[in-house]
């Protein structure tokens, strides 16, 4: 074992504090990553504060992990000391089933080993631990590769927020001249907008707040729409062709489904904590419509979303804070107060 410094929590009302976990000493296939920076997704407030269920305490979050490779496996290939790397959402799935051999572990139907907070059988049934730490051991299969020339610190939200928009844009096949409406703007939404640009799509932002409008179309959204406006609700009627839904919170979706022309598609990314309003079954049998979901992406597509914002010069809109504001940090996220993604600074441990 080697020590990592960390901050956890240790109950859901506890907030952050200085830490030392344990790390496995890297096997033939594990790489093994001094962490520079690891991004704070809306996801890690759910659990640390036990919103999705009791969490597994001591707890250390994080699965937006950017940072260097310190040390590889004998049989590792791919990985080197010193290569830029990255961690998302997951550190292992089964491997054997469907959707893992198709590329998909995301959808692992034996459950993928999430970064933090689940039970490693691989790994002699500990807990993982993650990103907000010095250190992680990761098997090769999934790290990732970050291309060279993008802001690390910038590029560590890729791997949730946006592999969690690219994936279903790509399951779309968004391209050149479709019309893609994006449901919020926090750091899932602005995402969103940027890659269906580079994609070719025109863009239309839905938001409560009309303060949002000049920060979506710098963005480089084509309309807004004022979603408390019923008549630039009604104005929007049948205008696009796909939808992602980034809200987290519960909203009715029904007004959004109209927007939608003849076989449209709203793709549901945000996960509300409560019950949202049922979806009118009526709006999609009319045109067609499809209602779904999208769970980020598997190791294969994450390697290609960040190759595609390279190639793009697309990263998030972050602010970086050091390892004691993340209670701060926490409460700002709650309260939608930040533009658009936190990152800490791990050299602050």
């Known amino acids: 074992m080697t020590h990592a410094k960390a901050y956890a929590a240790t109950s859901a009302t506890s907030g952050f504090a200085a830490s030392t976990i344990d790390r496995r000493e890297p096997g033939a296939h594990d790489v093994e990553i001094a962490i520079d920076f690891c991004g704070l997704c809306h996801s890690d407030v759910h659990t640390i504060r036990s919103e999705w269920g009791p969490a597994k305490y001591p707890l250390v979050p994080g699965h937006e992990i950017v940072g260097t490779v310190s040390r590889v496996g004998y049989d590792v290939v791919g990985f080197a000391v010193g290569d830029p790397v990255g961690v998302g959402c997951m550190v292992d799935s089964c491997r054997e089933c469907d959707s893992c051999l198709e590329g998909f572990e995301q959808y692992c139907e034996n459950g993928n080993i999430g970064t933090y907070g689940a039970v490693d059988k691989r790994n002699g049934g500990t807990i993982t631990q993650g990103g907000y730490a010095s250190s992680i051991v990761v098997d090769e299969n999934y790290v990732l590769k970050v291309p060279a020339g993008l802001d ?198």
Do not use: W
């Open 152 to 349: 690390p610190a910038a590029v560590a939200p890729l791997l949730c927020a946006g592999v969690t928009t690219y994936s279903p844009l790509r399951y779309l096949d968004v391209q050149d001249g479709d019309r893609v409406g994006v449901i919020g703007l926090g750091g899932l939404g602005h995402m969103a907008v940027k890659i269906a640009k580079a994609l070719g799509a025109t863009v239309t932002v839905f938001t409560t707040s009309p303060a949002k409008s000049d920060a979506a179309r710098e963005l480089g959204a084509d309309h807004v729409v004022i979603s408390s406006d019923p008549a630039q609700m009604a104005a929007a009627k049948g205008s696009l062709n796909a939808i992602l839904d980034t809200v987290a919170a519960v909203h009715d979706l029904n007004p959004y489904l109209r927007t939608l022309d003849r076989d449209g598609a709203l793709i549901q990314l945000g996960l509300p904590s409560e019950k949202m309003p049922a979806v009118d079954p009526g709006l999609l049998i009319r045109r067609r419509l499809a209602y779904g979901g999208s769970l980020i992406g598997g190791i294969a597509e994450t390697q290609e979303m960040l190759d595609f914002c390279a190639e793009h010069g697309i990263v998030c809109d972050i602010e970086l804070v050091a390892a004691d504001q993340l209670d701060e940090a926490y409460d700002r996220m709650v309260a939608g107060d930040v533009k658009y993604r936190f990152v800490l600074d791990t050299s602050t441990l």
